[in-house]
């Protein structure tokens, strides 16, 4: 009945928007506001901002600041890790508000959040005053519930207002011996940048490839890493990244602005980037003894899979098996699309179920299918496994040394959600079960 009605009104609907609101003003009192007493810094954007917000985390704990993280991934306190297991980018406002209260009495200094388009449109975030934002990017995505790319990139735009706010405000008193900048980190590559960059701010700090405050030139890339020389302003340090992709570059330059906004050194900056090891879940490598690996990914958008398949074909594999599902009850018009791109990309597509929620799982199948056969024919590149696991069993056995098996859509989550309900499943220990059936 809670789906029923979840489904039925409109995400723009007063009361609901009041439910939403009234519930983070109750938490943030019932907690005392523990926000104004730690520097709070905000990611959003469609892609990349849990990389960026671990990358955030790691950089500031390893030059000595006490930090404190929210993620789709995982849940930090002062390097103290515990798994998101809820499902949800954001949290509600009472769980929120509580890890808060537990940094500040535990005396993290910082806490980054990584804040969704949900959250931030719901008020979920309602009385935590930022200090800095960053915006990775804001391409296709969750149109199911915002409807139109407008109404998405004006939630995004919700959390740097917040701090536009707080720079007038001077909310942040007791923060006087903390060094930080209030300041919004800004992608000049984004299609949005102009409207994110009129908003005030005491500090703006702009990063891309090719324009902004932090730059990264004279770049390598490879399965193992990228090398870069990053410029930020009249000064470049040369970094060797562990993980890799150019969209990790970008992330890692995100990453360099907000940590700049805290004044941590560069010599810091490059310790922090050099050391850090990757996100569960994410680009995650499993090799096979027969010379073929399997790479775990969470990317479930046009963009993310694109910057993905991009980054793996600049490796030269022998051949790329990509397994392809789509999430139900979610933005429908960009499972076509995904098709297509993976179909693109590989050599062979698998189309499988994901988590279908409430929907038919052949509907979604049948729409991922509808892009794929723009480029593949059934049966000649082109495959239907309905059971996920089978899909997988499939490229694991058909895989030959040098390829890359590709599975995106779950990444490091512990259930899947099907008609019935939830149920475990850990893509990693699926693939590494697989593996060890056929390749040992």
Known sequence: MLNYLRKKISPDNPIRLFWHKTKAVVAAVKYGFPGKKMVCIGVTGTNGKTTTVHMIEHILRSSGKKVGMLSTVQFSMKGKVTPNKSKKTTMSPFLTQKFLKRCLKNKCEYVVIEASSHALHQSRLWGIPFSISALTNITHEHLDYHRTMERYKDAKKILFNIVSKTCHRHLLKELNEIPHKQAMILNTTDTFFKEFDEITCPTKITYGFDEGYVRAHHMICSKFGSKFALHHGPDEIGIELKIPGSFNVENALAATGVALACKVSPDDIKRGLESFEGVPGRMESIKSPKGFEVLVDFALTPDSLEKLYKTLRETKPNRIIGIIGSCGDRDQKKRPIMGKIVAENTDVTIVTDEEPYSENPMDIMKAILEGAKKVKKLEEGLHLIEDRYKAIEFAVQ??????????????????????????????????????GKYCL
């Open 398 to 435: 058909n895989a030959q040394e040098g390829d890359i098996i590709v599975v995106t859509g779950m990444g490091n989550l512990p259930t899947r959600t099907l008609n019935s309900g939830p149920t475990e499943w850990d893509e990693r220990e699926i693939v590494k079960e697989i593996i």
